[in-house]
């Protein structure tokens, strides 16, 4: 079979095994222009080879070796003698080239290359040594994901001494204000949590017009007792009165004191809040708190008119 590149036109001999190792994918050893070789198939063309003197002969590539020149002069008498034999017969085929045309033309051959998955097959003419062109390999997608990235590195120069001053400081003045604001509106949280830091919060709200509150850990366990007396007299009077202890280990606010009465059924029917200006005794700072490990009595007179209660519930809350 012949095929001729479509860059330079040169016709080249080749075998169906050379198609067939990349699907026709060939290689101009003239102009060095990859081309399917099957797109430009020439019609085999009969004609009388050159006398055993003749010099034309294929060259694989990947072997780089010649064939010996006894081995050339029986192929090219073999040759000679059956083309001679069908030139004798009568035919339609065209006329014989000249011996200058016939002797190019069996000059040139295909060239194998070894079987490579990056090289493609290189054709040459006769006469010149094939070299084995290596295509230029490409990076699959697989390749080019796994590959590491570049490192981009700044050669440039530093930020000057100022900047970096300037930055830093920056830096030192947002992380004070911030911990002045979570200071400031977590102060009651942060100083029943770290008592040792009142004194400090007292010192830094004092200019501000603010006030650390108190904590409110008081519990319902801390009324110890209570009772509950009517008047003799006048038994829509009551009196009651409660014990209160901070059992804590620091000052507490005040709670609110809840008195709740019920039925014979206990279903409520009354209930009143008493804050702590209501039943503390008089000298008993209410803004001091209520100091650690101390206890306090407490006392409310009441009117509760015409409700008829026969049990009662005593509770703290905060209000």
């Excluded at 090289?119 to 230029?136: N, V």
């Excluded at 209570?226 to 709670?255: C, I, Y």
Aim: glycine share 6%; charged share 15%.
């Amino acid at each position: 079979m012949q095929t001729s590149c479509p860059e330079c036109g040169t016709t080249f001999r080749v075998s169906q095994a050379q198609l067939g190792l990349r699907r026709g994918l060939v290689r101009c050893g003239h102009c060095n222009a990859v081309f399917n070789a099957y797109d430009t198939l020439l019609p085999e063309l009969e004609s009388a080879p050159l006398p055993p003197d003749t010099k034309a002969s294929a060259v694989p590539a990947g072997e780089g070796a010649a064939l010996t020149q006894a081995e050339q002069g029986s192929t090219q008498t073999d040759i000679w003698a059956q083309v001679q034999a069908e030139l004798d017969a009568p035919s339609d085929l065209p006329a014989v080239p000249p011996r200058d045309a016939l002797a190019t033309y069996l000059e040139t051959a295909a060239v194998q290359l070894p079987a490579d998955a990056k090289e493609t097959i290189s054709l040459t003419e006769a006469g010149s040594p094939a070299q084995a062109e290596t295509a230029p390999a490409t990076e699959s997608p697989d390749a080019i994901l796994l590959s590491e990235l570049p490192n981009r590195q700044h050669d440039g120069p530093g930020l000057p001494w100022w900047k970096t001053f300037l930055y830093v400081l920056a830096s030192l003045v947002l992380t004070v204000v911030l911990a002045g604001q979570l200071a400031y509106f977590l102060r009651g949280e942060l100083a029943a949590a770290l008592p040792g830091t009142r004194p400090l919060l007292d010192t830094l709200c004092r200019p501000l017009g603010c006030v650390v509150p108190l904590p409110r850990q008081l519990t319902r366990q801390a009324i110890v007792s209570s009772s509950l007396e009517h008047d003799t007299e006048q038994k829509s009077r009551v009196r009651l009165s409660f014990l209160l202890a901070n059992r804590t280990g620091q000052t507490q606010a005040w709670p609110h004191v809840i008195l709740t009465l019920s039925d014979v059924q206990e279903s409520p029917v009354a209930q009143k809040a008493f804050p702590p200006e209501d039943y503390l005794p008089r000298g008993v700072s209410v803004a001091a708190g209520f100091p650690a490990q101390s206890e306090q009595d407490a006392r409310v007179d009441l009117d509760i008119g015409n409700l008829a209660a026969a049990s009662y519930v005593l509770s703290i809350a905060y209000p």
